[in-house]
């Protein structure tokens, strides 16, 4: 058991994954001293914290809970607070209340260097990061890290996410009771998410198999074409950190402008998420506005496939802020991004506007990139997974050790106040 290097500190849990990790967190911050707290808003936080020092609150959202979360701040004198996604609306309130108080916040989210990496970062991210955005900052705080071990460690299954899922919403809808005032923060009913999956996963052979021939005739042809993969509806980067209202906004606005200003010759694949529930069609979404476009002959839809065979050929990536943008640098493609995100820096992505990007799309700078990724890699990320033994042991004791030494974005990928804006919402271009 490692021996306490440092005073002991008071960290409150709030809502994570549906995932063992965060109470391994805590495990192991206690083993190095600290105090370990959880407030559970609901059945599936209780029964993913199953350890001491989890305490119900039942009370009503809004003032209720702000009154509540920073009593308990201050009674319990809380010096640190983990969370997953500080946009959801009890995150709001209490990321608000621990400000003032001067508590250091940690956010905790899947990885932005996928598929065996975690993110790590010191209050937020996307709009409210404070990792650099300055090239030449980045340079040089990267040029003493060394090049990251880029061999996958971990392996997760979907059956192990999807039954931590099951486990951690079934609870929140048959025991509701126990919690009646809790407001869920995603867009749909758990059970209506299932059915949509349960219905993608029918005809999933089918789909799969229509992917790969059209990746294959697109990779084995000479037109150009550019990639937009779409973000899951319910992502709090798509919601809070883009000009957009609905995914809908972004696919009007990215149609639009590849209708009138892309060449005549290129095409747009617009792929769809994989973890998608289907309760949007956004096939005839697409294919709606396409023809309403006069270009449904030069735009596809893709449901399935794998991206970065995709990414392998195209001219380049259009995202709002997906971190399949970030899979595109690292392959060298040039990507426009149109929301706030973490690696939309000059030199890495195309600041043109969406207009001229179609005709002189321009690919990230190699120097500027590679030392992006050791940074992040070095500062904000962490090995490991939210749904496997090996890879939430690795991922817990990571970041216990980076809360106990106080070494979020270090070295060298904090700077405050946070460098990005946030996008003001705007009306769909028509």
């Given at each position: 058991?490692p021996?306490?290097?440092?005073?002991?500190?008071?960290?409150?849990?709030?809502?994570?994954?549906s995932?063992?990790?965060?109470?391994?967190?805590?495990?192991?911050?206690?083993?190095?001293?600290?105090?370990?707290l959880?407030?559970n808003?609901?059945?599936?936080?209780?029964?993913?914290?199953?350890r001491?020092?989890?305490?119900?609150?039942?009370?009503?959202?809004?003032?209720?809970?702000?009154?509540?979360?920073?009593?308990f701040?201050?009674?319990h004198?809380v010096?640190?607070l983990?969370?997953?996604g500080?946009e959801?609306?009890?995150h709001?309130?209490?990321?608000l209340?621990?400000?003032?108080r001067?508590?250091?916040?940690?956010v905790?989210?899947m990885?932005?260097?996928?598929?065996?990496?975690?993110?790590?970062e010191?209050?937020g991210?996307?709009?409210?990061?404070?990792?650099?955005?300055?090239?030449g900052q980045?340079?040089r705080?990267?040029?003493i890290?060394?090049?990251?071990?880029?061999?996958?460690?971990?392996?997760?299954?979907?059956l192990?996410?999807?039954?931590?899922?099951l486990l951690?919403?079934?609870?929140?809808?048959?025991l509701?009771?126990?919690?009646?005032?809790?407001?869920?923060?995603?867009?749909?009913?758990?059970?209506?998410?299932?059915a949509g999956?349960i219905?993608?996963?029918a005809?999933?052979r089918k789909?799969?198999a229509?992917?790969?021939?059209l990746i294959?005739n697109?990779?084995?042809g000479?037109t150009p074409?550019?990639?937009?993969?779409?973000?899951?509806?319910?992502?709090y980067?798509l919601?809070?950190h883009?000009?957009?209202n609905?995914?809908?906004e972004?696919?009007?606005?990215?149609l639009l402008s590849?209708?009138?200003?892309?060449?005549?010759?290129a095409?747009?694949?617009?792929?769809?998420?994989?973890?998608?529930?289907g309760?949007?069609?956004?096939?005839?979404?697409?294919n709606?506005d396409?023809?309403r476009?006069?270009?449904?002959?030069?735009?596809?839809?893709?449901?399935?496939?794998?991206?970065?065979?995709?990414l392998?050929?195209?001219?380049?990536?259009?995202?709002v802020?997906?971190?399949?943008?970030?899979?595109?640098?690292?392959?060298?493609?040039?990507?426009?991004?149109?929301?706030?995100?973490?690696?939309?820096?000059?030199?890495?992505?195309?600041?043109?506007?969406?207009?001229?990007f179609?005709g002189?799309?321009?690919?990230?700078?190699?120097d500027?990139?590679?030392?992006?990724l050791?940074?992040?890699?070095?500062?904000?990320?962490?090995r490991g997974?939210?749904?496997?033994r090996?890879?939430t042991?690795a991922?817990?004791?990571?970041i216990a050790?980076?809360l106990?030494?106080r070494t979020?974005?270090?070295?060298?990928?904090?700077?405050?106040?946070?460098?990005?804006?946030?996008?003001a919402?705007?009306?769909?271009?028509?």
């Open positions: 058991m021996a306490p290097q440092k005073p002991s500190r008071v960290f409150l849990f709030l809502q994570g994954p995932s063992p990790i965060f109470a391994k967190i805590a495990d192991r911050l206690e083993e190095r001293g600290h105090i370990c959880r407030i808003l609901n059945a599936g936080d209780r029964i993913f914290w199953r001491k020092n989890g305490h119900d609150y039942r009370g009503r959202d809004g003032d209720a809970w702000h009154e509540h979360v920073a009593l701040m201050d009674r004198r010096t640190d983990v969370l997953l500080e959801r609306p009890y709001c309130i209490a990321v209340a621990a400000t003032r001067g508590i250091e916040i940690s905790v989210e990885g932005y260097l996928r598929p065996d990496w975690l993110t790590l010191r209050d991210m996307s709009s409210n990061s404070h990792f650099p955005v300055d090239a980045i340079i705080a990267a040029a890290l060394p090049e990251p071990d880029w061999k996958r460690r971990y392996s997760q299954s979907f192990a996410e999807a039954g931590y899922d951690y919403n079934l609870p929140n809808v048959f509701w009771f126990l919690y009646p005032h809790y407001r869920r923060h995603a867009l749909f009913h758990p059970l209506a998410e299932y999956w219905r993608r996963l005809g999933g789909r799969k229509e992917a790969a021939a294959d697109l990779l084995a000479k074409f550019f990639v937009l993969p779409l973000q899951l509806q319910t992502d980067q919601r809070a883009s000009p957009y609905d995914q809908r972004a696919i009007d606005e990215v590849f209708a009138g200003q892309a060449p005549d010759n095409l747009l694949v617009v792929k769809i998420h994989p973890l998608d529930n309760l949007i069609d956004w096939r005839a979404h697409v709606a396409a023809a476009l006069g270009i449904g002959e030069r735009v596809h839809f893709l449901d399935g496939g794998n991206l970065n065979t995709l392998g050929g195209c001219a380049g990536l259009i995202t802020n997906s971190t399949a943008g970030l899979h595109a640098l690292q392959r060298g493609k040039p990507v426009k991004t149109l929301g706030a995100a973490i690696f939309d820096i000059a030199g890495l992505t195309d600041q043109a506007t969406l207009d001229r179609w002189a799309p321009t690919p990230p700078d190699k500027l990139r590679l030392a992006f050791r940074l992040m890699a070095a500062t904000i990320q962490v997974n939210f749904y496997s090996s890879g042991d991922g817990a004791e990571a050790v980076r106990h030494d979020v974005n270090q070295p060298g990928g904090f700077v405050d106040p946070p460098p990005r804006q946030r996008p919402k705007i009306s769909p271009r028509r």
